[in-house]
């Protein structure tokens, strides 16, 4: 909490952004206004709206999910920590500007001398806000590289659980598409608006980081306020049902943030979290030739309503002991629902944030398409390592999707006043 | 014209959508109505619009150009051409089903027996038609292959204009990002509608064609009505001022739709367009570091108002002759507006369709982003390939620009009830 948090911005005040479940609510309701009743993506009522950049968290992690994404990760370029420093204090500064709709730099994209490049690439000139949020996000790489170099005397600071996931089955990444020294997380309804906030930050950037790589998201998979609707996947099924929502201010503090006791090499990370990245490319042709009552076992679900297969409404607990025929459970062993249920997770929960994708096409003569996957855990050791295994060993869904992107970063807490991301980290 | 074109549908008479520049006009306003007042791309007021399928011209031309795209080309993977028949046959009912918001197919992605695929895939279910338009094209491979083969007997009706374009200055192809035997053009203000069309339309093709390449586009570059603000594309400046607008029907006539007395060989065309796809990446970090008055010189026109150097507004003709410093003309003589201008070309106009477009980053440590071009004009031989040509070697825009993907399409006519796409082609 800081000094301003009283101010209304927008007509919506920072307290109502910043603080627990129900005011977090309120701003949920506001966007909620206008959508369709069911999983629609089109546009919030309220295009206008911002969310407060400073705060105990981070935004755009318990932020009602906005419907669109670009997510980048960049690659340090400099063994100069002092550099490394500026550009976060720079970013802190351009990333407050654009989550309030103001240009990314102090004069604008129009108002400067003709003979200088303008500190904002324009783009977004007239856009309002769009419910911005930018995510900031330090990978392993940047406590230690690869060969074990400590360029920014920051290995001694890593958290325990931050390192390279380990290989999953069906994982066939590629480098290109993983990993990263940093990442940054832009999420608005507008997808010129969450653009335009990782390109005039790349921008900054330059001399300093380098995008490693970059993924757009058209589709919202996640709903992180009760007051959303559940939209649906490129499986064509209901996703997100399970998630944490940002009311659920128990299992947010539990599942998602990182507590101060947690690690000691890394109290910097208190308030902060996990932040999970794959590119899941589902085969759809292969899918969308299966029938509809084995696309339901795969995932345990009606296609239709998201109801578990052992019955009631979409959020209606799963009997996962109902007989079925065959003596097999109505949930088979090997369905989604089952699998990754906190149940069969000794309790674990993530809060999910993913998208779906098109990226043109594959060399088979279909669409490369699919759902990149972001979550945000308290930890990944207890909350995704070992749930991500035992998907990828025994989810029937698996014959249907293969992971060429996968990176895993720390997601330190929110930024107060006169600070920069991550500074505790640096101090 | 056909038989219902007076069935209002959702609030919107067919007549409305179909006609000519006033009733354009009023479904424009209808979109308009809660846009901010520059260039936002966000949702309009009403997602829940739709746009008749059938019609005199086909849809997705002069409708007031939608936020999002999805773009396909695709190869036909048979030599018989029934099966090729059969697929437009079915193409038309699915794209008309569609655009009224109703699943690809008549069971449903749900509704279905269990034991077979749905013939919807299902992640549009609950989704407003999102005033989807698809339009399709035909490329001159359709009609005879690379090596002079008539597969479908159609060599002796490809339209003199059907050819692949030309090698411009500054091409540099991608085979895997050009050409093809048919396009799909899908635009809607909800992507995830737009890629449902187009994921449809591929799955019932499987076995007939295969996806060649696939775009998207998350922002518009263009206004196709009056009512429409100028979006603005991704080198920050205001895109489309010059473009033909729907309410200019005199121009559309002359400029857009081919005339049945154009081409003895091509009759089936009239009342079609050509279409002319390119993807133009943009060097965006290279752009970023140009000073903002080189920027204003390159493009002609003011970055903040859009209105020509030569003084005005957005809308006021430029005038080229009006001299600046160093007896060069206040608008360069290398300014992209002059070059274009329809007074240095013979007065041709295109009506563009352009998206602004992030694929990803590129090895150079940016982001692979740019301008899809979209561009229908009535004959590309008079209205395309000499302002290309032109613009290529002598504007200064090119320096900043590389076209990789490249491809040319007849589209036909609209669809009459009863008719399928391209019916006059094979009759």
Redo the contacts between chains.
Sequence with gaps: MNATDDIPRRGISRRGLIGGGAAVAGVAGAFAVGR????????PAT??ASYAFRGEHQAGIVTPAQD?L?F?AF?V?TDDRDQLVDLLKQWTEAAERMTQGKPAGTVG??E???????DD????????P?GLTITFGFGPTLFRTEDGTDRFGLTDRQPEALRTLPHFPADNLDPA?SYGDLCIQACA????VA?HA??NL??IG?GTV???????G??RTSTTSTSQSTP??????KDGTMNIKAEETKDVGEHVWVDAGDDAKAEWLAGGSYLIARRFNMT??VW??????D??AFIGR???TGAPLSGGSEFTKPDFDMPGADDLPVIAPDAHVRLVHPDFNGGARMLRRGY?F????NS??????GLFFLAFVRNPDTHFIPIQNKMAKHDALMEYVKVNGSALFAVPPGVGEGEYVGQALFA
């Design positions: 369709s009743s069911e999983g629609s993506t089109a546009e295009p206008t669109r670009h980048a690659d370029t994209p129009v400067g001398a003709s003979n200088v490049p303008p690439t324009g783009e977004a000139i007239g856009l309002p769009g598409r309804e507008d997808p010129q653009v990782i390109r790349a921008r330059f380098a995008v490693r790589w970059s993924q757009l058209f589709g649906r996947n490129l499986f064509g099924f759809i042709e969308d030739r299966q029938p509809l009552g696309q339901e009606s296609k239709d779906n098109v990226d043109g096409s088979l003569g279909g669409l490369d398409a």
